[in-house]
């Protein structure tokens, strides 16, 4: 241990990540000489080479790709005793990474993200938006934000409900003097739909009602998993679809989006914050859930 040099580690796992000393150098902002002779360095102390490199590519050798792994181990162990040490002070700091709902960053910018970022100056925030449930552990992020249609029973990790939202099935006006407002299942199947699709078999999407006794469950004539062009084409009349209330309640009022039938029950969903833990968060992810949680109770 007192001949690893910490430095030579870094670089070198910056250098396998990116494949490129180039990169690497201008990631870490040091010079590339830097780079090359700290991994030289590192490669004659543990005499073998870990890295195998032509004038147009860098690539891990065998040796090299079973040593990354504990690197990143390494230093992974060294990010959480600084997220510990932040903790103790009370100061959000560092890189948090998050996974939202395709659109949600669209809603909450403003609102939430731009503000926290304002607050916390010392927080790098990474977001991602993807409709599928996302690893945390394994895709390293430290916190999620879900939809999901059931409330959650029993779970290895913590979900914090958010927000409760009604879907409500509505189509334009144009959509119904072109159609006609539909009185039975049969009616309403008839009619082109818009609706959202998976882009996966593990992302979760809206495709359900009931009305009249039966299970309603159209073909979409155009489908997308981004609620934002759905929404756009409904509106645009061609055709109809379920929306969030809250989302559209303008437009309701306004009479731009008229809801079909009061009694077409589509299943609810609720917003989730999901996180590993309880016990032991770093400032920063405390900091992240406050700023959610005070955005969804507004």
């Avoid at 609720?270 to 700023?291: I, T």
Wanted: charged share 20%.
């Amino acid at each position: 241990m007192a001949n690893n040099d910490l430095n030579q580690i870094r670089i070198f796992s910056m250098v396998a990540q990116l494949n490129s000393f180039t990169k690497a150098a201008e990631t870490l902002g040091i010079e590339k000489s830097t780079v090359s002779t700290k991994v030289a360095q590192l490669e004659a102390r543990l005499g073998v080479r870990l890295l195998q490199r032509t004038t147009r590519s860098v690539s891990l050798t065998e040796a090299g790709s079973q040593y990354l792994a504990y690197c990143q181990q390494a230093l992974d162990a060294l990010q959480s005793g600084d997220d510990f040490i932040a903790e103790l002070s009370e100061v959000p700091t560092g890189c948090l990474r998050v996974s939202m709902p395709q659109n949600l960053l669209d809603f909450i910018l403003d609102s939430v993200i731009t503000p926290f970022l304002q607050t916390y100056p010392k927080v790098d925030l990474e977001i991602i938006q993807s409709n599928q449930n996302v690893d945390l552990i394994k895709q390293n992020f430290d916190i999620a934000i879900r939809s999901e249609a059931v409330d959650v029973q029993d779970s290895s990790l913590i979900y914090r409900k958010l927000r409760h939202s009604h879907w409500v099935m509505v189509a334009s006006p144009n959509h119904i003097k072109k159609y006609g407002l539909p009185n039975t299942v049969q009616e309403l199947l008839a009619q082109p739909s818009i609706g959202l699709v998976a882009q996966s078999s593990d992302a979760y999407y809206r495709n359900v009602a009931h009305w009249q006794g039966q299970k309603i469950q159209p073909t979409h004539r155009f489908g997308a998993n981004n609620i934002n062009s759905v929404l756009s084409t409904i509106k645009a009349g061609l055709g109809y679809g379920q929306i969030p209330k809250g989302m559209i309640s303008g437009e309701l009022s306004d009479k731009k989006l008229i809801e079909l039938h009061a009694d077409i029950e589509v299943e609810p969903t609720s917003l989730y914050l999901v996180y590993p833990s309880r016990s032991g968060q770093p400032a920063k992810l405390k900091a992240f859930v406050d700023a959610m949680v005070a955005w969804a109770e507004f």
